[in-house]
Structures are given as C-alpha cells and as structure tokens.
C-alpha cells in the first residue's frame, strides 16, 4: 500500500487549499482513508476520514465545516478541500488509512505528508 499527499503550501488565513492523496499497488475502494495533521510540538491528530463501502464522512470538531473530504476511486484519489483556514490549521498533513471510533485513527498505512502553513 503506497499513499502519497500533495498540495500543501503557504496561505494566507481565511484562504483555501486542495490537498490531495493519490493511492497505489492497491484497489482505494476497499479502504477508508483519511487526513491526519501534525504541528510541531502537537500530537498528530486525525481530522477527517472517508469509507470506502458508501463514502460516508466523519470529521473532527476542529475542522468540521470548513474541511469537506472526498474520494474518486476511479482515479485513486481521496480529497481534502481545506476551506477558513487559520494558523492553527499549520501542520504536515498526511494521508492514511482510517477508522472512526470515538476519533479518527489509523489503521496501518501512512503516506508521506505535505506541509500546510497559514500565515500572513
């Protein structure tokens, strides 16, 4: 299973970011997957996590509303639009597979991640 993000970079706050997480050596569809994010010094924390069996959604308290997750199994790509972004959204974010439990977690395969900083 290989999983590689993209799309990170420098925004300003309240902008907008796409990142994107592209799958390989395995079918997408049969997994959730998911974004996790780490800030140095912070715990990585996962902030949201989409099925592969109907494409439902779950997402943390901190980006719920402004995140919207989204997958195209055809292409093998899972979504993250990133939508009000604020400082504390700063933080490498990685994909990966997911679980939902009483958080997002992972369940065994990291992708590389991709820096996201929110400045001015």
């Known amino acids: 299973v290989q999983l590689q993000a993209s799309g990170g970079g420098l925004v300003q706050p309240g902008g907008s970011l796409r990142l994107s997480c592209v799958a390989s050596d395995f079918a997408l569809n049969y997994y959730a997957i998911g974004w996790f994010r780490q800030a140095p010094g912070k715990e990585r924390e996962g902030v949201s996590c989409?099925?592969?069996?109907?494409?439902?959604?779950h997402y943390s308290d901190s980006v719920k509303g402004r995140f919207t997750i989204s997958r195209d199994n055809r292409r093998k790509r899972v979504y993250l639009q990133m939508n009000s972004l604020n400082p504390e959204d700063t933080a490498v974010y990685y994909c990966a597979t997911c679980g939902v439990g009483d958080k997002i977690y992972n369940t065994g395969y990291w992708g590389k991640g991709t820096q996201v900083t929110v400045s001015s």
């Open positions: 989409i099925q592969g069996s109907d494409s439902s959604t």
